[in-house]
């Protein structure tokens, strides 16, 4: 067994830990919001939106093929509108930001980030496993 070297060292150790303790319960929290985000967007183009606009062809829901066509000019329009900087991946932005702005990033990009994302995959975009879901519903 190790000892520890002071009461300092010790301290810090307790900061840490409570730091980790802290960013693990807040990115568990935030994945399960993320998940009820994601079931409510689902719920609201295939359960709301989906038998509105639904017609058959050659036995399979044609209709189905507008909801991930919806949700993306939904998704366009808030990007281009709210912040620019929410498209793409997400790691080559944070690595301009650190290049040319210090690390800085506008705390709505994170939030709209989430937004955009729930409402891509919930709209049974290729972006996720909810595709299965929609291939599924789709009897494919």
């Known amino acids: 067994m190790v000892a520890l070297k002071s009461p300092e060292y010790t301290k810090r150790l307790t900061v840490l ?9 807040a990115g568990g929290l935030g994945a399960i919001i993320f998940r009820q985000m994601v079931s409510l967007n689902n719920k609201i183009f295939f359960d709301t ?21 919806l949700g993306g ?15 793409g991946h997400g790691a080559p932005e944070v690595m301009e930001a650190v290049a040319l702005r210090g690390g800085r990033i506008r705390k ?17 975009s290729s972006a996720g496993r909810r595709f299965g879901r929609l291939a599924a519903r789709a009897g494919i």
């Open 17 to 25: 830990d409570a730091l980790g303790a802290l960013v693990g319960l």
């Open 49 to 69: 939106l989906l038998p509105l606009i639904s017609f058959e062809i050659a036995g399979y829901n044609a209709g189905m093929i507008f909801l991930p066509a």
């Open 73 to 87: 000019l939904i998704v366009g329009s808030i990007v281009m509108k709210y912040a620019p900087e929410t498209k």
């Open 108 to 124: 709505r990009v994170a939030f709209m980030k989430i937004i955009v994302s729930s409402i891509t995959i919930g709209s049974g």
